[in-house]
Structures are given as C-alpha cells and as structure tokens.
C-alpha cells in the first residue's frame, strides 16, 4: 500500500510539473493563436462547402427530369463542379448548373464533367 501511494504522489508530481512546462510553453507561443484562427475559418468554409454539396445534391434527386443520382457534385471554396459518367441531355445539362447556382453560398458552378447527349 505504501508503494502505491509512493507511486500516486510521484505520478501527481510528474503530471503537475508537466502541466506547468505546457501552459509556460502556451505562453511564448503567440503565432499558434493566428494558425488556430486560420484552422477555424477553413473549418468554416469546409462545413459551408459541405452544405452546399448536400443541398446541391439533395435538390438535383429532387427535380424530376434531371437524373440526380448519376450527378456528382464536389465544392471548393464555393465553387461547385458537376460531372457524370452517364450522358445527360443539353436541358438537364442547363437545369443541373441552374439548380447549384440557386444555392445559397455557390460562387460558381463548372459543368464541365457533365457528358451531354
């Protein structure tokens, strides 16, 4: 029993003197608060692109007429691209990029990847 508590307090006293080295460390390191904010905004931007790339999708399966689930969609930065392995008519081609640029946040939209009949 008298080791265990030898070794509780050795271990509390490590962990203490470990601790104190990290805040002391925290202190000196300003430029970590500047990437900290930068990691926070491409957080932001990485959940905004993934809410447009869903409510893209989401509103492609919904029109009828355009074959929503052989659309794939991808967003950058705002900027969403279209394509499909299957071939999609010139209208659906037209309706797809008018559905993404509908989208809140959507900056732009390359159809590109899109195969029209």
Known sequence: MKKFAIAAATATALTLTMANAAFAAQATQAPVMLAANTTTENAKQEGSDTWITTKVKADLLTEKGVPGSDIKVETSHGVV?????????????????????????????????????
């Open 81 to 117: 691209s279209l394509s499909s392995d299957v071939k999609v008519t010139a209208s659906q081609k037209a309706e797809a990029v008018r559905i993404a640029k509908n989208i809140k946040g959507v900056k732009s939209v390359m159809a590109d990847g899109l195969k029209a009949e």
